[in-house]
T-cell receptor, first 112, second 113 residues
């Protein structure tokens, strides 16, 4: 089955700086890669996703890049703000699979 | 439109007791999932369902049973609770299964003493 590794497990960034979280996956058939954000005590919520037919996707201060050859994808947050503090999860699945495999999460702390 | 609702939100059990977690969704989604979340281990899939009357095992199914008698409800049962099942449980639903957004419930915190 799919295995997703996520690094780092914790990340502290000065407000206004950029944050990068990286994930690798094992199944070359995977073609859908979402990122979820979970604020303290809340439910995970989708913030951005990318499919294997594109290499990069942006949504305001958030971007995701995908390298299918190397089997890794990354989340980039620019101009970080205090409300970006949360746990972020990457995930992967292939189109024929009914389920997502999640990474172990990254706790991002934005330092004011 | 309440989305995905889980009950109860908190529960304390003694080892060996049984209980059922209820997940209800009002979005007419076909796919429903039960995950457990433990520190440093992310979200791990317990069981899932691709439609009414169907269930399938996920990554960590042992010690749990599920039922999907109605499309809008997905029940997670613990027949004989163990301390290792202390966790936060999240239910999620999805209209099409793969390659789509998961809508999560608020979570249920279970402690087994």
């Amino acid at each position: 089955g799919e295995n997703v590794e996520q690094h780092p497990s914790t990340l502290s960034v000065q407000e206004g700086d950029s944050a990068v979280i990286k994930c690798t996956y094992s199944d070359s058939a995977s073609n859908y890669f979402p990122w979820y954000k979970q604020e303290l005590g809340k439910r995970p919520q989708l913030i951005i996703d990318i499919r294997s037919n594109v290499g990069e996707k942006k949504d305001q201060r958030i971007a995701v890049t995908l390298n299918k050859t190397a089997k890794h994808f990354s989340l980039h947050i620019t101009e970080t703000q205090p409300e970006d503090s949360a746990v972020y999860f990457c995930a992967a699945s292939d189109f024929g699979n009914e389920k997502l495999t999640f990474g172990t999460g990254t706790r991002l702390t934005i330092i004011p | 439109n309440a989305g995905v609702t889980q009950t109860p939100k908190f529960r304390v059990l003694k080892t060996g007791q049984s209980m059922t977690l209820l997940c209800a969704q009002d979005m007419n989604h076909e796919y429903m999932y039960w995950y457990r979340q433990d520190p440093g281990m992310g979200l791990r899939l317990i069981h899932y369902s691709v439609g009414e009357g169907t269930t399938a095992k996920g990554e960590v199914p042992d010690g749990y049973n599920v039922s999907r008698l109605k499309k809008q409800n997905f029940l997670l049962g613990l027949e004989s609770a163990a301390p290792s099942q202390t966790s936060v449980y999240f239910c999620a639903s999805n209209p099409t299964g793969n390659a789509g957004e998961l809508f999560f419930g608020e979570g249920s915190r279970l402690t087994v003493l």
